[in-house]
C-alpha cells in the first residue's frame, strides 16, 4: 500500500520532495506470509515521540525485534546487500549482556548457528531467544529489557547515526546546552573546558544563576571528561536526568575568574517554537539566524529579508546556523533555491553507489547578496548539507568551526507494533563534488570558534570575521 511519509532528518531532496510529496511503498501485512516473516513494518499515521508524550505503552516483543529486522532489510538503503548475519549476532550478543548486567545469563544462551539465509537465520535466532524468554521470571520489566536490547544491537550494528529506534522522545528537562554535547551524543572531537552554549527561558536552569560562558567543572562532584574520556554517568545527567531529581553544578565563569556552585532540579517547561531570528548589522548587512530546517522556515526566513530590504540597500546576507541540528529536506532546498539554480547540490545513492542528482528549488528568486555562512559542531544533517554546498559551488564562506558531520541521508519513519518507531535512512547522501560528508563534517574558510571566554565576555569571533569579509 502507498503511505505518504515525511522526511524526518535534514538533507537535500528532490524537486519532488520540495513540493512535499514523498511516497514510499511498504509490503502490507499478509496473512498468506510464511511464520518465518513477522509482518510488515508500516508506516506512521502521525509523529510520535512529541514532546511531553510518554513511551509507547505495549510491550516490545520477539514479534517486534522480527519486524525490525525486516524493516530493515527492506527499507535500509543497504538492506538488500546486508547480510542478516550482521544483525542478528549483534542482536543476540546485546540480549546476553543485557542477563549479564542482571545476573540473568544461562548456560543456553548461545548463538544460534546461522548461515546468512535471511529466513532460516529468523527461525533459528526466534527458537534462541524464546528458550531464553522462557526461563525467565514472568517480569514485564525483564522482558521489555531483552527485547529492547535485541532491537537496539541491531540498529546500533548498522554503525549509522540516521538509523533510530525511539520509543518515546525524551525532552531536555534542564533547559541547558552545552558545547561538545549533541543529539547524537558527545563529539568525537569533545574537548575540556565544555561550557554553557544556552539557557532555555522558563527552564529550571534560567533562574539557577548560570550564565552561557559558564565552564562545567563537576555535577554532583563528579567531572564530565577525565583524561580525555566523556564519563556516561554525568552525561547521563546531563542529556537524560531524572524528573525532580537535584544536580548540583559546579562551574568557572571566565568573564570574573570565579567559581561557583548551584543546584538545578530537573523539572518539564514550556517549550518555545523555534523561529528566525533577524538582525541588520552595521555596513547593511543582514544577520538572519535559522535554528533548524522545521516546516515553513526557509519562507520565513526569505520573507524577513524582503521587509529588511524594504528599507534598506542590502549589501550582503550572513545566515547563522550554529546549532542549527538539520530538519526537513524540502526546506533545505527551498533555502538553497535562493542561491542557486540549474546545478547539482548533492547526490542520493542506494547500497549499490547508484546515485541521483538534486538541485534546489529554482522556483526561488536568487537573493543576488554576497554570503557568509557561520557554522559550528551543533550544525548538523541539513546544515551540514547546507554548508557542503555552499562551499562545493562557491556560493558564500564558511566561518566558524567543522560541522558536525551527521549527515548519512535522507530517512524514512516506520511504526513496530508496540507502537515505536524506526527510523532508517533510505539512501546515503554525497555531496556536490561526490564527497563523503558524514562523519567528516565541512570545514570552513575561516576558523573562528567560540569559546567559553568569548561567550562569557559576549564576544562572537565568527559574526566579527563574517562582517570583516562581508565589508
Not at 242 to 267: M, Y
Amino acid at each position: 500500500m502507498n503511505k505518504t511519509l515525511r522526511i524526518t532528518l535534514g538533507v537535500a531532496t528532490t524537486t519532488a520532495l520540495a513540493a512535499g510529496i514523498a511516497t514510499v511503498l511498504i509490503g502490507p501485512a499478509s496473512s498468506a506470509e510464511p511464520a518465518s516473516r513477522p509482518g510488515a513494518c508500516l508506516a506512521p499515521s502521525g509523529p510520535i515521540g512529541q514532546p511531553g508524550t510518554p513511551a509507547p505503552a505495549a510491550p516490545t516483543t520477539i514479534t517486534t525485534v522480527g519486524q525490525a529486522y525486516n524493516c530493515i532489510l527492506d527499507n535500509y538503503y543497504r538492506g538488500p546487500i546486508l547480510d542478516d548475519r550482521t544483525l542478528l549476532v549483534p542482536a543476540f550478543a546485546a540480549l546476553t549482556q543485557e542477563l549479564q548486567r542482571r545476573g540473568l545469563d544461562q548456560a543456553q544462551a548461545t548463538t544460534p548457528a546461522l548461515t546468512g539465509k535471511q529466513g532460516a537465520d529468523w527461525v533459528r535466532f526466534r527458537r534462541a531467544y524464546d528458550k531464553i524468554a522462557a526461563k525467565l521470571a514472568d517480569d514485564p520489566a525483564v522482558q521489555q529489557a531483552i527485547a529492547g536490547a535485541a532491537l537496539q544491537g541491531m540498529v546500533s550494528a548498522l554503525a549509522d547515526n540516521h538509523a533510530r529506534w525511539s520509543r518515546g522522545q525524551q525532552r531536555n528537562l534542564l533547559g541547558l546546552k552545552f558545547s561538545g554535547l549533541r543529539p547524537d551524543g558527545p563529539d568525537p572531537a569533545i574537548t575540556a573546558p565544555v561550557f554553557v552554549t544556552s539557557i532555555a527561558p522558563g527552564s529550571a536552569a534560567a533562574g539557577s544563576g548560570i550564565k552561557p560562558g559558564d565552564e562545567l567543572i563537576f555535577v554532583n562532584s563528579v567531572p564530565l571528561i577525565v583524561n580525555g574520556v566523556v564519563s556516561d554517568g554525568v552525561l547521563s545527567w546531563l542529556t537524560a536526568p531524572l524528573p525532580g531529581q537535584a544536580l548540583e553544578f559546579t562551574l568557572r565563569r571566565p568573564a570574573t575568574g570565579k567559581t561557583f556552585t548551584t543546584t538545578v532540579t530537573p523539572v518539564d517547561y514550556p517549550q518555545q517554537a523555534p523561529k528566525v531570528g533577524v538582525r541588520l548589522q552595521p555596513g547593511d548587512i543582514a544577520q538572519v539566524t535559522i535554528p533548524g530546517f522545521y516546516p515553513g522556515v526557509a519562507d520565513e526566513a526569505l520573507a524577513a529579508i524582503a521587509e529588511l530590504r524594504k528599507t534598506t540597500t542590502l549589501r550582503g546576507l550572513i545566515l547563522d546556523m550554529r546549532g542549527n541540528g538539520g530538519g526537513a529536506g524540502a526546506e533545505l532546498i527551498r533555502m538553497l533555491g535562493a542561491f542557486v539554480h540549474g546545478k547539482t547540490i548533492s547526490y542520493w545513492c542506494d547500497g549499490r553507489d547508484r546515485c541521483t542528482a538534486n538541485q534546489a528549488d529554482a522556483t526561488v528568486p536568487l537573493l543576488n547578496l554576497p554570503l557568509a555562512v557561520l557554522t559550528d559542531r551543533t550544525c548538523a544533517s541539513a546544515c551540514d548539507s547546507f554548508a557542503a554546498t555552499v562551499k562545493d559551488l562557491h556560493l558564500g564562506t564558511l566561518i566558524g568551526t567543522r560541522t558536525a558531520g551527521l549527515v548519512s541521508g535522507p530517512t524514512l519513519p516506520y511504526r513496530l507494533d508496540d507502537g515505536s518507531e524506526l527510523t532508517l535512512p533510505s539512501q546515503r547522501e554525497l555531496g556536490a563534488n561526490r564527497e563523503i560528508i558524514d562523519t567528516i563534517g565541512v570545514a570552513p574558510d575561516h576558523q573562528a570558534p567560540m569559546t567559553s571566554a568569548d561567550l562569557s565576555a559576549g564576544r562572537d569571533p565568527a559574526l566579527t570575521k563574517a562582517l570583516a569579509v562581508l565589508q
